[in-house]
C-alpha cells in the first residue's frame, strides 16, 4: 500500500504562485513499485482531469492549459512530488489530488488539497 498527503495549497490571488507538495509512504516495496505519479484536479461541477504527470524516469506531460505555467517535478530521495504553479488563473480553482500508480496498474490517491485563486 502508498499513501500519498498533499500539502501547500490555499488562498492565492490572480497571477500568483504556489507550490504543492504529495509525499508518499508506505513499504519500501510499494514505494519502488511506483513508476508513475502525477497531479489531478476538481473543479465544481466538473469532472476530474489530468494536470501533471512525470514518470520514474523523468518523462512529463502536462495539459494544454497548463502549459507554461505549471512544473511538475520529483525528489526520489524524499519521495516528494511538486507541482510548481505560476501565473495562477481563477480556472485553476479546483481540489487538486496527488495519484500514484505502480507497476502492476494501481493506483493510489491523496485525499485533496484546496487551491483557490481569487482577488
Known amino acids: 500500500q502508498v499513501q500519498l498527503v498533499e500539502s501547500g495549497g490555499g488562498l492565492v490571488q490572480p497571477g500568483g504562485s504556489l507550490r504543492l507538495s504529495c509525499a508518499a509512504s508506505?513499504?519500501?516495496?510499494?514505494?519502488?513499485?511506483?513508476?508513475?505519479m502525477g497531479w489531478y484536479r476538481q473543479a465544481p461541477g466538473k469532472q476530474r482531469e489530468s494536470v501533471a504527470v512525470i514518470t520514474r524516469g523523468g518523462t512529463t506531460n502536462y495539459a494544454d492549459s497548463v502549459k507554461g505555467r505549471f512544473t511538475i517535478s520529483g525528489d526520489n530521495a524524499k519521495n516528494t512530488v511538486y507541482l510548481q504553479m505560476n501565473s495562477l488563473k481563477p480556472e485553476d480553482t479546483a481540489v487538486y489530488y496527488c495519484n500514484a500508480i505502480n507497476t502492476g496498474g494501481s493506483d493510489y490517491w491523496g485525499q485533496g488539497i484546496q487551491v483557490t485563486v481569487s482577488s
Open positions: 508506505g513499504s519500501i516495496f510499494s514505494i519502488l513499485s511506483i513508476n508513475t
